[in-house]
């Protein structure tokens, strides 16, 4: 077994002491990231006179070779080693013995494992957001196919108003938009350099770690070298981001169960997304659906529990910190298979546009119009909410909708005319009278357009 440590030790580790403390298992996944670190270290050894031009160029060519060879499955960095950057450790000492000894001079596993993962978060989490920009763009697509449908808008899941299936479908679009950008954000501020920072105190070696970053990529270097290795507010912060983004994927989802319903009846999942019942041969059930409300649970649970691990660590480094590898690699492969199985459903999902515009007719959903046409009448709004709220309690006890009232009632309860009511009680008229951010169709038209405008700003975001 390679290890990183040794001199002072008389013993090797115990094997339940090294089963207990090991991360192999689970951060060799940052072995293209590691390679690339300890490339840019050797770079910059180099460039201090430790190590020959040409040791420098042959550690990049092995390390690159040991990409290449885990890749194509011809070398196995699963040995017995600690972690990741111990099973380089033992390929590149296989491979270049006479310089692999030199190369992790000014270089600890406290700034490289930061280093490691923030260059894994940066193309991971663009892989995120544009799967999430699929998603937005899939909702986007079914809103500019439904701009002329009706459906009643909810509160306390109670029919409320009319609005249009696009202003409903758009309303998820914003928030999950937001959410890319809170991803961006996080991202942004991850793209920094721990390296130079060593242990915790930096290195007399008088390494140049403008230029290691530089050579990863990383747009700046983390100005404290104690900070630097303590950090991990960028996990931390992702997983903020993605315990919301999972938070509205889940209510999403859970309308997509509430729609295909037989009680709402306001859509069917393709069969391509949707899952039979062993039992119950008439089945068809929202599956998928139902674990994207699911692993709302589990992104809350990787951001609230990796929070704990980081809550009252002294400062620089501790091994409290290998914690925060699982919850952000599970948060990442979670978000990356939900991402895509939503926006096929919501790609091929068919909705019964008639169960809705039915739903719509239900002309209580316009008692707010009228009591607003009241207002614009003179009447002061407290009295309109009163005398509308007779013409309803009137309709209700006689089993009718607001419209199906007598002109004389009409006259009688709320002072208006029938045909004035006729004008005023019409959904689709409601609609457009409700500008933006209303939906009228100039406001779903103008939402349709920021929406797509903003995809292509997601998409381009991430070359
Ligand atoms: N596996 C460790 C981690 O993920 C690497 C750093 C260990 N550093 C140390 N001084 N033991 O954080």
Not at 306 to 314: H, Q, S
Request: with cysteine; proline share 4%.
């Amino acid at each position: 077994m390679t290890k990183l440590w040794g001199g002072r030790f008389g013993e090797e580790p115990a094997p339940e002491a090294l089963a207990f403390t090991r991360s192999l298992s689970f951060d060799r996944r940052l072995y293209r990231e590691d390679c690339a670190v300890l490339t840019a270290h050797a770079h910059a050894l180099a460039r201090a006179d430790l190590l020959e031009e040409d040791e420098a160029r042959r550690v990049a060519i092995v390390l690159s070779r040991l990409v290449e060879d885990v890749e194509a499955g011809r070398l196995d960095l699963g040995g017995d080693e600690e972690d990741v950057h111990s099973a380089v450790e033992r390929v590149l000492l296989e491979r270049l013995p006479d310089v692999a000894p030199k190369v992790r001079a000014g270089l600890s596993r406290n700034d490289r494992v930061s280093a490691a993962l923030r260059l894994w978060l940066r193309s991971a989490g663009h892989g995120v957001v544009e799967a999430l920009a699929d998603l937005i763009d899939a909702l986007r697509a079914r809103a500019e196919e439904h701009t002329d449908v009706v459906m009643p808008g909810y509160t306390h899941l109670q029919r409320a108003q009319p609005v249009r299936l696009a202003h409903h479908l758009l309303a998820h679009c914003f928030a999950l938009e937001r959410d890319a950008r809170r991803l961006l954000d996080a991202l942004a501020r991850a793209d920094a350099s721990p390296l130079g920072s060593g242990a915790l105190a930096g290195s007399t070696l008088g390494l140049d770690a403008a230029g290691v970053a530089a050579e990863l990529g990383f747009p700046t270097v983390l100005a404290n070298s104690i900070d630097a290795v303590a950090a991990r507010d960028f996990v931390a912060e992702f997983l903020a981001a993605a315990a919301i983004l999972g938070v509205h994927c889940s209510r999403l989802g859970e309308e997509i169960v509430l729609w295909t319903s037989a009680e709402f009846g306001y859509a069917e999942l393709s069969d391509a997304f949707a899952t039979g019942s062993s039992l119950m041969p008439h089945k068809k059930n929202p599956d998928a659906a139902e674990l994207a409300r699911a692993k709302a649970g589990r992104l809350i649970g990787d951001a609230a529990g990796f929070l704990a691990v980081l809550k009252g660590l002294p400062l620089a480094y501790n091994r409290d910190l290998q914690e925060d590898k699982e919850p952000l690699f599970d948060a990442v492969d979670t978000l990356r298979s939900m991402l895509p199985a939503l926006a096929g459903a919501v790609r091929t999902i068919r909705f019964d546009v008639d169960a809705m515009e039915r739903a719509a007719e239900d002309g209580m959903v316009l008692a707010t119009d009228l009591a607003e046409y009241l207002v614009g009448k003179g009447m002061p709004f407290r009295d309109a909410h009163e005398a509308v709220g007779r013409v309803v309690a009137r309709a209700l006890s006689q089993e009718k909708s607001l419209p199906d009232l007598s002109t004389q009632e009409l006259s009688d309860l709320a002072g208006v005319t029938a045909e004035e009511v006729h004008e005023v009680l019409s959904a689709q008229a409601s609609l457009d009278r409700r500008a933006a951010p209303g939906p009228s169709s100039a406001s779903v038209k103008e939402q349709l357009e920021t929406i797509a405008r903003s995809i292509d700003d997601l998409r381009a975001a991430q070359r």
